[in-house]
């Protein structure tokens, strides 16, 4: 399957980023370009919604987590959802479900950031 991200606008400031297929070291550019342009555009809140992604690498997990630090330095915030085994797994053991959100709802709980948020 070739990589691909759809963005789903959710209010003015908040975003949810579909990656599909692999987020490894062969495939990050969509992801990363995904998200960069997010931080450009000035999205304060990303949830990264994993349910389409069939495997998420060391290399994967680097991208989101420098997009992470460059949200929470600019007063925003990214939450990661439908997260399958492994990568909660790689989350786990790198000890990162204690920086990274995980958020185990549902979309209702991405729309709940548009409100918080007041967009």
Excluded: C, K, W
């Excluded at 070739?2 to 990050?28: K, N, T």
């Excluded at 085994?85 to 920086?99: F, G, I």
């Amino acid at each position: 399957m070739e990589p691909s991200v759809r963005v789903e606008v959710i209010g003015r400031e908040a975003i949810v980023v579909h990656p599909v297929g692999d987020i490894d070291y062969s495939s990050l550019d969509p992801l990363r370009e995904a998200l960069l342009d997010a931080r450009v555009a000035g999205v304060r809140d990303i949830v990264v919604d994993l349910a389409q992604v069939s495997f998420l690498d060391s290399q994967g997990l680097a991208v989101i987590l420098f997009a992470h630090q460059r949200q929470r330095s600019a007063g925003g915030r990214l939450a990661l959802r439908n997260l399958n085994e492994d990568a909660y797994r790689l989350l786990h053991v790198t000890n990162l479900t204690s920086v990274i959100e995980v958020d185990h709802g549902s979309a209702a709980a991405a729309s709940g950031l548009a409100t918080r948020r007041g967009a």
